[in-house]
Structure formats: C-alpha cells, structure tokens
C-alpha cells in the first residue's frame, strides 16, 4: 500500500497535534449518567480493558462500577452495580466463550443493552470495541440500531477493528479509501454495506487505527485500510465519523487499547466534545 504513506503520514501527524492541543487545552469532562460499554476484541479477557479503565478512573474522567459476563446462551451475569450519578459511569463486558462469532457476539451485546435498561431504565449507551468488539458493535448497530425498545447507541468507539477483514489492497491509497470506500471487499464489508440503513444516523463515530511505521501500515494485525475501510460508508449514510491513526511501537494491535494516545482520543470523543 505504497500509495498511503504520505496520506497516513499527514492523518497522524494530524492526530498528534490534536491530542497535544487537548493536552494542554483540555476542558474537564462533562459528567452524565450515560454508561459507556466496553468490548474486547478476539480471546480477550478481563485484562483486555482493564488498564484504559483503571487510568481513567485515577484521573477522574469516568468511573467502572459494573462488570457484565455474558455466557454462551447469552445469559448477562453482574457483578456490581450501575451507579446512576453523573459520573459517566463505564460498564466492562466479558464474553465467556471468548473466540465466538461476531453474529452471536451481536445477540450478546443486545442482551447486554437489554439487561441495562431492564435493570436500570438506561435509555442511552456508549460503546467501545478493540477489534472483533468493533466489528461486533458495529454489527450490531447495524442489525438492531433501529430498534426502539433498546438504548439508543450515542457514541461508538473502534479501536483496530478489522472492518473489512484482513484484506490489504496494496493499490488503494488511503486518501481515495476515506473518499470511496474499498475498492477490495470482504464479505464483512458488503454485509455492512446491506445493513447500513439500520445504522442510526445520529450515531457519532470515532474509527482509531494503529501504524507501526512508514513501512508497516498496519498495528501487525490488522491492516490500517481496514480499520478505517468503513469511514466512507458511515460518511455518506450521514453519520458524523472521526479518523485517527496512531503510530509507533505502542501503536501494534494488542497495545492500543494500553496506549494513552488512545486514552486522550477517547475521552475527548466520549467525554469533552460538543453533544
């Protein structure tokens, strides 16, 4: 993927700037009610988020007082309880069976949302998913986004989530990608291509991506042309979507998710910009 380098080389530089100008302009974090969910990519574990929710919490951006296990028959097991102050609270979710398809890993997240406002009458949620977590939230967006009886998903947050599988089409470059979508597509891709109508418009999006450097345009996982391949298609459905690729070493794809870059960039999105 020659082509891309400049093009990626600017968006990061770009991401750069922007996450040192909130370093030194930062507003404190709105407080709400709204919990913000947190999915871990393929065989993740307690451990998958445990220290994005551990930083944010010592610096008081947000707090976790719900853990929810979800097991194979989609039975939401709780350990806590959701504080309903306005402490942007952040609810950790474990997949038991933690190497399942993205299609039952969809009915699980429903479940989840479901259990939510059962328990608690949440009526809006936040999400974020590291890899196959993003794919599945986003599917799920896209299976059940229209759904009313369910809270309405306010802000989704992917973090090297392979979108368009592990395709790495060498003769895009990133800029016409962003613009117009893959020219290569997996079977992943077009389902969300089917599926887009079901996505609510008034989702705002943040897609992260990982580099390892000039040469490696991917986070030595998954390819950046795919964690950023749905942008296009989410722009043109009329979604507000942001972009931000993360570079260097911290930025391969089990790091992310521990990579205070990432930290900074979610909790603007999430929590300091405008609603």
């Not at 003769?171 to 979508?181: F, I, K, P, R």
């Not at 597509?185 to 897609?207: A, C, E, G, H, W």
């Not at 950046?224 to 794809?253: C, K, M, P």
Request: hydrophobic residues 35%; charged residues 20%; proline residues 3%.
């Amino acid at each position: 993927m020659a082509g891309c380098q400049r093009t990626t080389s600017k968006a990061s530089s770009s991401a750069s700037t922007q996450i040192e100008k909130t370093t030194q302009t930062s507003e404190a974090p709105k407080k709400s009610t709204t919990p913000t969910l947190f999915f871990h990519g393929y065989s993740g574990t307690v451990n998958s988020f445990k220290g994005m929710l551990q930083r944010l919490e010592e610096n008081q951006v947000a707090k976790q007082s719900l853990q929810l296990t979800v097991r194979p028959d989609g039975t939401v097991q709780a350990t806590g309880e959701l504080n309903q102050q306005a402490e942007n609270p952040m609810v950790q979710v474990l997949f038991t069976d933690n190497v399942n398809n993205e299609w039952n890993q969809t009915e699980w997240i429903k479940n989840c949302l479901a259990y939510l406002q059962t328990t608690y009458g949440v009526e809006k949620v936040n999400v974020v998913g590291h890899s196959m977590g993003g794919v599945s939230a986003l599917r799920y967006l896209a299976t059940y986004g229209q759904e009313n009886s369910l809270p309405q998903v306010k802000k989704f947050v992917a973090i090297g989530a392979p979108f368009n599988d592990f395709v790495d089409d060498s003769t895009q470059t990133l800029s016409d990608e962003l613009a117009n979508g893959p020219a290569v597509t997996s079977s992943r891709y077009q389902d969300y291509q089917r599926m887009i109508d079901n996505v609510p418009t008034q989702t705002k999006i943040l897609l992260i991506a990982g580099q390892l450097s000039q040469t490696d345009l991917s986070d030595g996982t998954v390819p950046l042309n795919s964690a950023l391949a749905v942008f296009a298609l989410l722009t043109q459905h009329g979604n507000q979507v942001e972009e931000h690729v993360v570079e260097g070493d911290n930025a391969s794809h089990s790091m992310l998710h521990e990579n205070q870059e990432v930290d900074k960039l979610v909790q603007k999105f999430l929590w300091e910009a405008k609603e």
